[in-house]
């Protein structure tokens, strides 16, 4: 199987090149295809994939709320653009998507069907990639995943390590609540899915969650800085408010035997497999 994986570069795209290793994988990074060139389609259908894996888009989510034109152009009209290529050469489309689509004011976690409410560029922009998706496609699986962390440096794990090295001491907010989740984990479960050729909408995430200061404090319990003055706090000052209570429920793959062990397993294993 000839697998496009586009973001190839990025945490997640980096773990499904190696989760996919012993496929002909196409590693689409941005400079490889943009998804913002009016080529894009044409681009990618002439590449013939068997099946299009759509990790790429623009993830920082304070940027997306300070250029909304950017994020549109990036996370709407370049799925769009990867949903056409797709449609064309007839190939099943994986679209990565979010929590950020909900609001996150629900106190139970979100079942799949459960209608999104996005409160920010980013949730939006994500979105409305979705929606391009169910307008152009019918074999599809929209996987809504949260808090990534994988191969890189530019995750939370290693910006609160970074951070714990440079500065005395630190907050970090209670009131934010999540499932973190390693990419790696997320491409196998992703791998696993695409074998029962169930089209749809799925949340996929390591179970459990935490507030982002118990993350935290978990990181540095695990880099051996338990003693580290971490101290809890409920302001959020960024340019994005993000969904405050926005838990996954992975009900439909948990229908076909798929879940990720608990997010503090995932952790450790992050932390013996980083380099
Ligand atoms: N990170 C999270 O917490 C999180 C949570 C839920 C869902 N997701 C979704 O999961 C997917 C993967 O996330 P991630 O954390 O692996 O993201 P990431 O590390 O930021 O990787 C995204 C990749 O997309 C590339 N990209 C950006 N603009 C592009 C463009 N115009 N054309 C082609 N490629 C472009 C980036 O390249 P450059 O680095 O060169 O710009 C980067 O390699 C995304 O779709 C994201 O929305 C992420």
Known sequence: MRVAITGAGGQLGRSLLAIFGDEETLALTKADLDIRSDQAAERLAALRPDLVIHTAAMTDVDE?????????????????????????????????????VFDGQRAEPYPEDYPPRPINVYGRSKL????????????????????????GNKNFVEKTLRRAEGQPEMHMVTTQVGSPTYTWDLAAGIRRLLAHNDYGIFHLTNS???????????????????????????????????????ILANIKAAALGITLRPWEEALAAYFRERT
């Open 208 to 246: 459990g969650y935490c507030s982002r200061y118990q993350w935290a404090r978990k990181i540095l319990e695990l880099a051996g800085k338990s003693d580290y003055p971490l101290h809890p706090s409920t302001e959020y000052q960024r340019p994005a408010q993000p969904p405050l209570h926005a």
């Open 64 to 100: 997306c709320e300070l250029h909304p034109d950017e994020a549109f152009e990036i996370n709407s009209q370049g799925t769009q653009r990867v949903a056409q290529a797709c449609q064309k050469i007839r190939a099943p489309l994986v679209y990565i998507s979010t929590d950020y």
């Open 128 to 151: 409305e990639g979705e929606k391009q998706i169910q307008d152009l496609l019918t074999q599809f699986y929209i996987v809504r995943s949260a808090w990534l962390y994988g191969p």
